[in-house]
Nanobody, 124 residues
Framework: QVQLVESGGGLVQAGGSLRLSCAAS????????MGWFRQAPGKEREFVVA????????YYTTSVKDRFTISRDKVKNTVYLQMNSLKPEDTAVYYC?????????????????WGQGTQVTVSS
């Protein structure tokens, strides 16, 4: 069973930065597309960013493009989300997820393994 564990969340002032990490178990990590989702209080889950299985292609939703960067380190079995210029509207629980099949990874569908989430709170 694949397990994903997020870390790096916390409370930060607007304009600050955080780096989230997602540690994946098993060697199959190298063949999975990986994504980050977030859910703010009272709102639906939002697909934020993703990276394909090779790390050669990325997707960013327009609200975070030029502020967030997704990357992966296959040696460490870890995917990262570098978040800069944070805004209060970025406040949410952030979830790491894996797309084991690879299809439609850039749409936010097909993610079948999920982490427990890490809280990101951005104050004004």
């Amino acid at each position: 069973q694949v397990q994903l564990v997020e870390s790096g969340g916390g409370l930060v002032q607007a304009g600050g930065s955080l780096r989230l990490s997602c540690a994946a178990s098993g060697r199959t990590f190298s063949s999975y597309a990986m994504g980050w989702f977030r859910q703010a209080p009272g709102k639906e889950r939002e697909f934020v960013v993703a990276i394909n299985w090779t790390g050669s292609t990325t997707y960013y939703t327009t609200s975070v493009k030029d502020r967030f960067t997704i990357s992966r380190d296959k040696v460490k079995n870890t995917v990262y989300l570098q978040m800069n210029s944070l805004k209060p509207e970025d406040t949410a629980v952030y979830y790491c997820a894996a797309n084991s099949g690879g299809g439609r990874w850039y749409t936010g569908f097909g993610y079948d393994y999920w982490g427990q989430g890490t809280q990101v709170t951005v104050s004004s």
